[in-house]
């Protein structure tokens, strides 16, 4: 064989090893990689098998939970049946006693008697005997033997006697215990009926409380809005050319642009006095139709204030009306009311409201409440526009320059005041004041 051939052999054998170490090998990591996996599922699995019996066991505790409540709730049912039939016991034991009661006494009564025969009885025996030992002798041991059996159903008696007394006291003390049972019932049902009249009340007054808070909060409010007060000097403003007319100051409303006004004190009457309506010359006789409603006029003059601030002062707020009129002959006289309110546009400017009145000129604004100052006319305003009504007085009418009879509405005047007759004014002022 030749040398090559030789080494080719000896090659072929180390080939065939490698192979197999190959194979040994790669067999062997296999079974690693197999064994990395059980591994891991093994402890998987013990795991979750750890969870389960986890599971079980806290399962176990509720089951057990839920018997011991089930128990405690069956022993409650129990004491609440033995409860309910103890009281049914009770009671029939009560309806029993008050049964035989009655029967008891009679029974008593009748056995009473019959030893009460039995005693006369042998009382009559007794006597019978005594005349018989009269006439014959050797009875005497029969007498104190009758005599020992008339002592002991004396005493007999007496003891019947006393139980049956003490019957009827015990008796009676079970009538009064369930007597004051029924009274104590009785008194607790009519408390817990005055406990629920008085939460009732208290709820109610609550409400009441509540309401009233509310509006006091309401009213606080709406007066903190307002700025008229005649002794508030917080705030000073100047008016160019109004040196005639030193007590002149700005009023605010809420929504509603700021004007001027004419404050003035009257020595009957106070201070704080705000002009709303001046007539002196009826220089404002032929502006007042259109501007019944702005107002119109000077306020060192003839002035008319205005149906619609009217409106929305004394609406929101409480104020008081004082008219002083004074006539040609210089004579004055005034009145007063305590309510002033002048309704709003949807009201025609209506006199809602005057109060009580008070004063010496007579009280002829009165007939004027609920009279309207803009009348429907369809287009535009006619005469009677100046005024609320025209029965008892008009302040807005047309000036006279002199005292005259007036033989129509239209003037200056009030009621019959000045000898009983309509005649004109030689001047008037409306003033109003806010009541604290």
């Given at each position: 064989?030749?040398?090559?051939?030789?080494?080719?052999?000896?090659?072929?054998?180390?080939?065939?090893?490698?192979?197999?170490?190959?194979n040994?090998h790669?067999?062997?990591?296999?079974?690693?990689?197999?064994?990395?996996?059980a591994?891991?599922?093994?402890?998987?699995?013990?795991?979750?098998?750890?969870?389960?019996?986890?599971?079980?066991?806290?399962?176990?505790?509720v089951?057990?939970?839920?018997?011991?409540?089930?128990?405690?709730?069956?022993?409650?049912?129990?004491?609440?049946k033995?409860?309910?039939?103890?009281?049914?016991?009770?009671?029939?034991?009560i309806?029993?006693?008050?049964?035989?009661?009655?029967?008891?006494?009679?029974?008593?009564?009748?056995?009473?008697g019959?030893?009460?025969?039995?005693?006369?009885?042998?009382?009559?025996?007794?006597?019978?005997?005594d005349?018989?030992?009269?006439?014959?002798?050797?009875?005497?041991?029969?007498?104190?033997?009758?005599k020992?059996?008339?002592?002991?159903?004396?005493?007999d008696?007496?003891?019947?006697?006393?139980?049956?007394?003490?019957l009827?006291?015990?008796?009676?003390?079970?009538?009064?215990?369930?007597?004051?049972?029924?009274?104590?019932?009785?008194q607790?049902?009519?408390?817990?009926?005055?406990?629920?009249?008085?939460?009732?009340?208290?709820?109610?007054?609550?409400?009441?409380v509540?309401?009233?808070?509310?509006?006091?909060?309401?009213?606080?409010?709406?007066?903190?809005?307002?700025?008229?007060?005649?002794?508030?000097?917080?705030?000073?403003?100047v008016f160019?050319?109004?040196?005639?007319?030193?007590?002149?100051?700005?009023?605010?409303?809420?929504d509603?642009?700021?004007?001027?006004?004419?404050?003035?004190?009257?020595?009957?009457?106070?201070?704080?006095?705000?002009?709303?309506?001046r007539?002196?010359?009826?220089?404002?006789?032929?502006?007042?139709?259109?501007?019944?409603i702005?107002?119109?006029?000077?306020?060192?003059?003839?002035?008319?204030?205005?149906?619609?601030?009217?409106?929305?002062?004394?609406?929101?707020?409480?104020?008081?009306?004082?008219?002083?009129?004074?006539?040609?002959d210089?004579?004055?006289?005034?009145?007063?009311?305590?309510?002033f309110?002048?309704?709003?546009p949807?009201?025609?400017y209506k006199?809602?409201?005057?109060g009580?009145y008070?004063?010496?000129?007579g009280?002829?604004?009165?007939?004027?409440?609920?009279?309207?100052?803009?009348?429907?006319h369809?287009?535009g305003?006619?005469?009677?526009?100046?005024?609320?009504?025209?029965d008892?007085?008009?302040?807005?009418?047309?000036?006279c320059?002199?005292?005259?009879?007036?033989?129509?509405?239209?003037?200056?005047?009030?009621?019959?005041?000045?000898?009983g007759?309509?005649?004109?004014?030689?001047?008037?002022?409306?003033?109003?004041?806010?009541?604290?």
């Amino acid at each position: 064989m030749k040398p090559d051939s030789m080494n080719n052999l000896s090659k072929e054998p180390c080939s065939g090893n490698s192979s197999t170490e190959n194979n040994s090998h790669s067999s062997d990591s296999d079974m690693e990689f197999v064994g990395t996996s059980a591994q891991g599922l093994r402890k998987s699995k013990e795991k979750n098998e750890r969870k389960i019996s986890d599971l079980e066991r806290k399962l176990a505790e509720v089951e057990i939970h839920f018997k011991a409540e089930k128990e405690k709730v069956n022993l409650l049912e129990c004491c609440i049946k033995d409860k309910d039939n103890f009281i049914k016991t009770l009671q029939m034991s009560i309806d029993l006693v008050n049964q035989t009661k009655d029967l008891s006494i009679q029974k008593m009564q009748s056995q009473i008697g019959v030893l009460q025969v039995a005693l006369d009885l042998s009382k009559s025996s007794t006597s019978m005997k005594d005349n018989d030992n009269k006439e014959i002798s050797g009875s005497v041991d029969s007498n104190y033997q009758h005599k020992k059996k008339n002592n002991e159903l004396n005493s007999d008696i007496g003891k019947l006697k006393e139980k049956s007394g003490e019957l009827v006291e015990w008796i009676d003390k079970t009538q009064k215990y369930e007597n004051n049972l029924r009274e104590k019932e009785e008194q607790i049902a009519r408390l817990e009926f005055k406990i629920d009249e008085s939460k009732l009340k208290i709820m109610k007054l609550e409400g009441v409380v509540q309401e009233k808070d509310d509006k006091l909060v309401e009213m606080e409010k709406k007066l903190a809005a307002y700025t008229l007060d005649a002794e508030d000097t917080t705030e000073s403003h100047v008016f160019l050319n109004s040196s005639k007319v030193p007590s002149m100051k700005l009023v605010t409303l809420p929504d509603f642009e700021p004007f001027a006004a004419v404050f003035e004190d009257i020595p009957s009457a106070g201070a704080g006095w705000m002009i709303i309506q001046r007539r002196v010359d009826g220089s404002f006789d032929a502006d007042i139709i259109k501007k019944l409603i702005n107002g119109c006029g000077d306020l060192g003059g003839e002035f008319w204030l205005g149906l619609e601030k009217l409106y929305r002062m004394t609406t929101n707020r409480r104020f008081e009306l004082y008219i002083h009129l004074v006539d040609f002959d210089n004579g004055t006289a005034f009145a007063r009311y305590d309510n002033f309110v002048v309704g709003g546009p949807k009201d025609n400017y209506k006199l809602m409201s005057l109060g009580e009145y008070s004063g010496n000129a007579g009280d002829a604004l009165r007939s004027h409440i609920n009279e309207r100052s803009i009348h429907d006319h369809t287009f535009g305003f006619t005469p009677s526009t100046k005024w609320w009504g025209k029965d008892d007085c008009n302040l807005n009418g047309k000036y006279c320059g002199s005292k005259v009879q007036l033989d129509t509405w239209d003037g200056i005047w009030w009621g019959r005041w000045n000898l009983g007759n309509r005649c004109s004014l030689k001047s008037c002022k409306m003033l109003i004041r806010p009541i604290p």
